[in-house]
Protein backbone atom coordinates (compact mmCIF):
# COMPACT_ATOMS: atom_id res chain seq x y z
CA UNK A 1 0.00 0.00 0.00
CA UNK A 2 1.73 3.42 -1.05
CA UNK A 3 2.07 6.03 1.68
CA UNK A 4 1.74 9.86 0.75
CA UNK A 5 1.98 12.88 3.03
CA UNK A 6 -0.47 15.88 2.74
CA UNK A 7 0.53 19.27 4.05
CA UNK A 8 -2.40 21.54 5.00
CA UNK A 9 -4.97 19.15 4.84
CA UNK A 10 -7.24 19.91 7.05
CA UNK A 11 -9.54 21.91 4.23
CA UNK A 12 -9.42 23.11 0.52
CA UNK A 13 -7.36 20.95 -1.90
CA UNK A 14 -4.92 19.22 0.58
CA UNK A 15 -8.24 18.01 2.03
CA UNK A 16 -9.59 16.70 -1.12
CA UNK A 17 -5.96 15.25 -1.60
CA UNK A 18 -6.70 13.47 1.21
CA UNK A 19 -9.93 12.21 0.34
CA UNK A 20 -9.04 11.24 -2.66
CA UNK A 21 -5.67 9.37 -2.09
CA UNK A 22 -7.62 6.99 0.26
CA UNK A 23 -9.98 6.73 -2.02
CA UNK A 24 -7.18 5.25 -4.72
CA UNK A 25 -5.79 2.97 -2.10
CA UNK A 26 -3.16 5.46 -0.30
CA UNK A 27 -2.52 5.11 3.41
CA UNK A 28 -2.68 9.00 4.47
CA UNK A 29 -0.63 11.09 6.84
CA UNK A 30 -2.66 14.09 6.30
CA UNK A 31 -0.84 17.92 8.52
CA UNK A 32 -2.95 20.56 10.04
CA UNK A 33 -1.91 23.46 11.72
CA UNK A 34 -4.39 24.80 14.33
CA UNK A 35 -7.67 22.40 13.45
CA UNK A 36 -8.22 19.65 12.43
CA UNK A 37 -11.73 20.73 10.22
CA UNK A 38 -12.59 18.56 7.55
CA UNK A 39 -9.94 15.46 8.60
CA UNK A 40 -12.05 15.03 11.66
CA UNK A 41 -15.01 13.55 9.55
CA UNK A 42 -12.76 11.41 7.34
CA UNK A 43 -12.39 8.48 9.58
CA UNK A 44 -10.90 6.50 7.59
CA UNK A 45 -8.38 3.51 9.06
CA UNK A 46 -5.58 4.79 6.58
CA UNK A 47 -5.77 7.88 7.82
CA UNK A 48 -3.13 9.37 10.10
CA UNK A 49 -3.26 12.90 11.25
CA UNK A 50 -0.98 14.95 12.60
CA UNK A 51 -0.36 18.58 14.03
CA UNK A 52 2.35 20.06 11.91
CA UNK A 53 2.78 24.06 11.11
CA UNK A 54 5.04 24.02 8.09
CA UNK A 55 7.67 26.95 9.71
CA UNK A 56 8.27 25.16 12.87
CA UNK A 57 11.16 22.76 11.83
CA UNK A 58 10.95 21.07 15.53
CA UNK A 59 7.38 20.16 14.77
CA UNK A 60 8.42 18.87 10.81
CA UNK A 61 11.54 16.74 12.22
CA UNK A 62 8.95 14.95 15.26
CA UNK A 63 6.51 14.09 12.29
CA UNK A 64 8.61 12.42 10.13
CA UNK A 65 10.22 10.75 12.82
CA UNK A 66 7.21 9.10 13.79
CA UNK A 67 6.50 7.62 10.23
CA UNK A 68 8.06 4.09 10.38
CA UNK A 69 7.42 3.27 6.77
CA UNK A 70 9.19 4.52 3.67
CA UNK A 71 6.92 7.51 2.03
CA UNK A 72 5.69 7.07 -2.05
CA UNK A 73 4.70 10.82 -1.99
CA UNK A 74 4.81 13.93 -0.65
CA UNK A 75 2.39 16.90 -1.27
CA UNK A 76 3.87 20.20 -0.20
CA UNK A 77 0.31 21.63 -0.42
CA UNK A 78 0.23 24.46 2.21
CA UNK A 79 -0.04 27.88 1.29
CA UNK A 80 -1.15 31.34 1.78
CA UNK A 81 -2.37 34.21 -0.24
CA UNK A 82 -0.64 37.60 0.69
CA UNK A 83 -2.17 41.36 1.77
CA UNK A 84 -3.37 41.42 -2.22
CA UNK A 85 -2.33 45.44 -1.78
CA UNK A 86 -3.28 47.02 -4.51
CA UNK A 87 -0.43 49.76 -4.29
CA UNK A 88 3.89 49.27 -3.85
CA UNK A 89 3.24 51.88 -0.70
CA UNK A 90 0.50 49.37 0.69
CA UNK A 91 3.11 46.52 0.89
CA UNK A 92 3.54 45.20 4.23
CA UNK A 93 7.21 43.64 4.59
CA UNK A 94 6.22 41.11 7.68
CA UNK A 95 3.78 39.50 5.76
CA UNK A 96 5.84 39.40 2.57
CA UNK A 97 8.62 37.57 4.64
CA UNK A 98 5.59 35.38 6.36
CA UNK A 99 3.90 34.35 2.80
CA UNK A 100 7.95 33.34 1.53
CA UNK A 101 8.93 31.40 4.31
CA UNK A 102 5.58 29.11 4.05
CA UNK A 103 5.14 28.98 0.25
CA UNK A 104 8.28 28.85 -0.75
CA UNK A 105 11.03 27.85 1.95
CA UNK A 106 8.67 25.63 4.22
CA UNK A 107 7.86 23.03 0.79
CA UNK A 108 11.53 22.58 0.75
CA UNK A 109 12.57 22.16 4.57
CA UNK A 110 9.56 19.95 4.46
CA UNK A 111 11.04 17.66 1.61
CA UNK A 112 14.59 17.67 2.82
CA UNK A 113 13.00 16.37 6.40
CA UNK A 114 11.12 13.78 4.42
CA UNK A 115 14.22 12.85 1.94
CA UNK A 116 14.82 9.62 4.30
CA UNK A 117 11.70 8.25 4.19
CA UNK A 118 11.65 9.04 0.62
CA UNK A 119 14.74 6.60 0.29
CA UNK A 120 13.38 4.23 2.09
CA UNK A 121 10.27 3.81 0.11
CA UNK A 122 13.24 3.40 -3.03
CA UNK A 123 12.71 7.01 -4.73
CA UNK A 124 9.13 8.87 -4.83
CA UNK A 125 7.33 11.49 -5.99
CA UNK A 126 7.39 15.14 -4.58
CA UNK A 127 4.35 17.80 -5.70
CA UNK A 128 4.83 21.44 -5.21
CA UNK A 129 1.13 23.04 -5.33
CA UNK A 130 2.62 26.34 -7.33
CA UNK A 131 0.59 28.86 -9.24
CA UNK A 132 0.32 30.13 -12.82
CA UNK A 133 0.96 33.56 -10.80
CA UNK A 134 4.75 32.13 -10.30
CA UNK A 135 4.77 32.61 -14.03
CA UNK A 136 7.07 35.47 -15.36
CA UNK A 137 5.92 35.25 -19.39
CA UNK A 138 2.00 34.94 -17.91
CA UNK A 139 2.25 37.86 -15.05
CA UNK A 140 0.55 41.22 -17.59
CA UNK A 141 -1.26 41.96 -14.52
CA UNK A 142 1.33 42.61 -11.56
CA UNK A 143 0.14 43.10 -8.32
CA UNK A 144 -0.52 40.29 -5.91
CA UNK A 145 3.57 40.91 -5.28
CA UNK A 146 4.22 38.39 -2.45
CA UNK A 147 2.68 35.55 -3.29
CA UNK A 148 3.89 35.72 -7.14
CA UNK A 149 7.43 36.30 -6.07
CA UNK A 150 6.91 33.04 -3.36
CA UNK A 151 5.72 30.62 -5.81
CA UNK A 152 8.33 31.83 -8.41
CA UNK A 153 10.76 31.27 -6.08
CA UNK A 154 8.95 27.47 -5.32
CA UNK A 155 9.46 26.63 -9.01
CA UNK A 156 13.32 27.73 -9.08
CA UNK A 157 14.25 25.87 -5.79
CA UNK A 158 12.18 23.31 -7.12
CA UNK A 159 13.91 23.00 -10.71
CA UNK A 160 17.12 23.64 -8.83
CA UNK A 161 16.87 20.45 -6.71
CA UNK A 162 15.89 18.06 -9.60
CA UNK A 163 19.44 16.70 -10.73
CA UNK A 164 19.99 16.02 -7.24
CA UNK A 165 16.96 14.21 -6.58
CA UNK A 166 16.94 12.08 -9.84
CA UNK A 167 20.12 10.02 -8.69
CA UNK A 168 17.93 9.31 -5.63
CA UNK A 169 15.10 8.35 -8.24
CA UNK A 170 12.90 11.58 -6.52
CA UNK A 171 10.79 13.24 -8.92
CA UNK A 172 9.26 16.29 -8.28
CA UNK A 173 6.09 17.73 -10.11
CA UNK A 174 5.18 21.60 -10.03
CA UNK A 175 1.54 21.64 -10.65
CA UNK A 176 -0.98 24.38 -11.07
CA UNK A 177 -4.47 23.45 -9.30
CA UNK A 178 -6.45 25.63 -11.73
CA UNK A 179 -8.62 28.41 -10.11
CA UNK A 180 -10.45 26.49 -7.62
CA UNK A 181 -13.34 27.28 -5.50
CA UNK A 182 -11.80 26.98 -2.07
CA UNK A 183 -11.23 29.93 0.88
CA UNK A 184 -8.25 31.23 -0.95
CA UNK A 185 -9.83 30.78 -4.63
CA UNK A 186 -13.02 32.35 -4.01
CA UNK A 187 -16.69 31.67 -4.31
CA UNK A 188 -16.44 33.05 -7.96
CA UNK A 189 -13.73 30.26 -9.24
CA UNK A 190 -14.59 28.25 -12.27
CA UNK A 191 -12.92 24.65 -11.00
CA UNK A 192 -14.50 22.86 -8.27
CA UNK A 193 -11.59 21.04 -5.97
CA UNK A 194 -13.19 17.60 -6.90
CA UNK A 195 -12.15 18.23 -10.63
CA UNK A 196 -8.72 20.16 -10.00
CA UNK A 197 -7.17 16.78 -7.38
CA UNK A 198 -8.92 14.26 -9.76
CA UNK A 199 -6.22 16.20 -12.39
CA UNK A 200 -3.59 16.33 -9.74
CA UNK A 201 -3.79 12.83 -9.19
CA UNK A 202 -4.06 11.91 -12.70
CA UNK A 203 -0.60 13.83 -13.33
CA UNK A 204 1.04 12.42 -10.20
CA UNK A 205 0.64 8.55 -11.53
CA UNK A 206 2.09 9.64 -14.85
CA UNK A 207 4.94 11.67 -13.06
CA UNK A 208 8.21 9.70 -13.67
CA UNK A 209 11.88 10.77 -13.06
CA UNK A 210 12.45 11.45 -16.71
CA UNK A 211 9.54 14.34 -16.35
CA UNK A 212 10.77 15.94 -13.21
CA UNK A 213 10.85 19.34 -12.83
CA UNK A 214 7.63 20.06 -14.77
CA UNK A 215 5.43 23.16 -14.59
CA UNK A 216 1.43 21.57 -15.27
CA UNK A 217 -2.23 22.79 -14.50
CA UNK A 218 -3.78 19.82 -13.25
CA UNK A 219 -5.10 18.98 -16.99
CA UNK A 220 -1.68 18.40 -18.07
CA UNK A 221 -0.66 21.58 -20.09
CA UNK A 222 2.16 22.72 -19.80
CA UNK A 223 2.83 26.22 -18.33
CA UNK A 224 5.32 29.13 -19.44
CA UNK A 225 7.90 29.78 -16.88
N1 LIG B 1 -7.36 27.80 -4.85
C1 LIG B 1 -6.71 28.22 -5.92
O1 LIG B 1 -7.33 28.78 -6.85
C2 LIG B 1 -5.22 28.02 -6.04
C3 LIG B 1 -4.60 28.42 -7.25
C4 LIG B 1 -3.23 28.22 -7.40
C5 LIG B 1 -2.50 27.64 -6.39
N2 LIG B 1 -3.10 27.26 -5.22
C6 LIG B 1 -2.26 26.66 -4.17
O2 LIG B 1 -2.83 25.44 -3.72
C7 LIG B 1 -2.52 25.21 -2.33
C8 LIG B 1 -3.81 24.95 -1.55
O3 LIG B 1 -4.65 26.09 -1.72
P1 LIG B 1 -6.18 26.13 -1.23
O4 LIG B 1 -6.92 26.84 -2.28
O5 LIG B 1 -6.63 24.81 -0.76
O6 LIG B 1 -6.03 27.14 0.01
P2 LIG B 1 -6.85 27.25 1.37
O7 LIG B 1 -8.25 26.79 1.17
O8 LIG B 1 -6.63 28.66 1.84
O9 LIG B 1 -6.08 26.22 2.34
C9 LIG B 1 -4.75 26.46 2.68
C10 LIG B 1 -4.26 25.35 3.58
O10 LIG B 1 -2.88 25.62 3.91
C11 LIG B 1 -2.77 25.56 5.34
N3 LIG B 1 -1.68 26.41 5.85
C12 LIG B 1 -1.49 27.73 5.67
N4 LIG B 1 -0.40 28.13 6.35
C13 LIG B 1 0.10 27.04 6.97
C14 LIG B 1 1.21 26.81 7.83
N5 LIG B 1 2.03 27.80 8.21
N6 LIG B 1 1.43 25.54 8.27
C15 LIG B 1 0.61 24.54 7.91
N7 LIG B 1 -0.47 24.69 7.12
C16 LIG B 1 -0.71 25.93 6.66
C17 LIG B 1 -4.12 26.03 5.86
O11 LIG B 1 -4.26 25.67 7.22
P3 LIG B 1 -5.15 26.57 8.25
O12 LIG B 1 -6.56 26.09 8.11
O13 LIG B 1 -4.55 26.28 9.57
O14 LIG B 1 -4.98 28.00 7.85
C18 LIG B 1 -5.03 25.27 4.91
O15 LIG B 1 -5.14 23.93 5.30
C19 LIG B 1 -1.76 26.46 -1.88
O16 LIG B 1 -0.37 26.21 -1.91
C20 LIG B 1 -2.14 27.52 -2.92
O17 LIG B 1 -1.17 28.53 -3.07
C21 LIG B 1 -4.46 27.44 -5.03
Redesign the pocket.
Known sequence: MPVALV??????????MARQLLGRGYTVHA?????Q?GLAELNHPDLCLHA?????TRAVASVVASIETGLDLLV??????DGRWSRIEDIDFDTVTEVL???AV?PVKVTQHCLPLLDRAGGGKVVM?????ASLEDCQSGKSYA?RAS?TALNMFTVAMKNELAERNISLLLI???????????PN?P?K?EE?VEGILDRIEEQTVALSGRFVEYTGRPLPW
Not at 7 to 16: K, P
Not at 76 to 81: D, Q
Not at 129 to 133: E, K, R, W
Open positions: TGANRGLGLETYRDHGMDVRDNNAGVSNINSLTSLMYKHPGWVETDMGGAVPS
